[in-house]
């Protein structure tokens, strides 16, 4: 099945400093997916994309679909305190039955105040 | 609105025993899927329903079984636990099969099986 790689697994930064996490595939994916897991909480939405190439932003999010379709990264710039959590990446595939919708392990990021 | 809901938030369990866990979707979603989550795993999918029916099931043994009732309330069932199916257990609802994507995770069932 499809194995999604989640770099880097953790993250210790400084307030302030820009972020950056990607997700690579063996296997191409219809839509890339960025999640955050804070502590004791479900996932988040945090951007989808649907399009190889497509650069999405969310405030101070950001994130792009590879042009393989075989990777995506997420960019956080200027972090703060409250971007503490886990980040999840997630490809999709196929619709109907056939849907399918692989996670990363996660990135643990950790923001020093 | 008030998001999904999921209950209980914490269990613990004993080997060879049964858990159901319970989860609301957001109200006017008729699209329910459930995961499992693991330190070692990660986030893997279990199943989906949508209008009382199963549509989409992962790969995951007989044991783990759900359901979804008329008001598009979910149950998900495991059977004779086993140590490893300690995990937290996440909920997702959606409006529909077509937008997915825009699901809407509970804050889960934490469970622990001894």
């Known amino acids: 099945g499809q194995q999604l790689n989640q770099s880097p697994q953790s993250m210790f930064i400084q307030e302030g400093e820009d972020v950056s996490m990607n997700c690579t595939s063996s296997s191409i994916f219809n839509t890339w997916l960025w999640y955050k897991q804070d502590p004791g909480e479900g996932p988040v939405l945090l951007i989808a994309l649907y399009k190889a190439g497509e650069l999405t932003s969310n405030g101070r999010l950001t994130a792009q679909f590879g042009i393989t379709r075989k990777d995506s990264f997420l960019n956080i710039s200027a972090s703060i305190p409250s971007d503490v959590g886990i980040y999840f990446c997630?490809?999709?595939?196929?619709?109907?039955?056939?849907?399918?919708?692989?996670f990363g392990k996660g990135t643990l990021l950790t923001v020093n105040p | 609105k008030a998001g999904v809901t999921q209950t209980p938030r914490y269990l613990i369990k004993t080997r060879g025993q049964q858990v159901t866990l319970s989860c609301s979707p957001i109200s006017g979603h008729r699209s329910v899927s459930w995961y499992q989550q693991t330190p070692g795993q990660g986030l893997q999918f279990l199943f989906e329903y949508f209008s009382e029916t199963q549509r989409n099931k992962g790969n995951f043994p007989g044991r783990f079984s759900g359901r979804q009732f008329s008001n598009s309330r979910s149950e998900m069932n495991v059977s004779t636990l086993e140590l490893g199916d300690s995990a937290l257990y996440l909920c997702?609802?959606?409006?529909?099969?077509?937008?997915?994507?825009?699901?809407?995770f509970g804050p889960g069932t934490r469970l622990l099986v001894l």
């Open positions: 997630a490809g999709q595939l196929g619709g109907g039955s056939n849907y399918k919708l692989t």
């Open positions: 997702a609802s959606s409006l529909d099969l077509e937008r997915r994507e825009t699901q809407y």
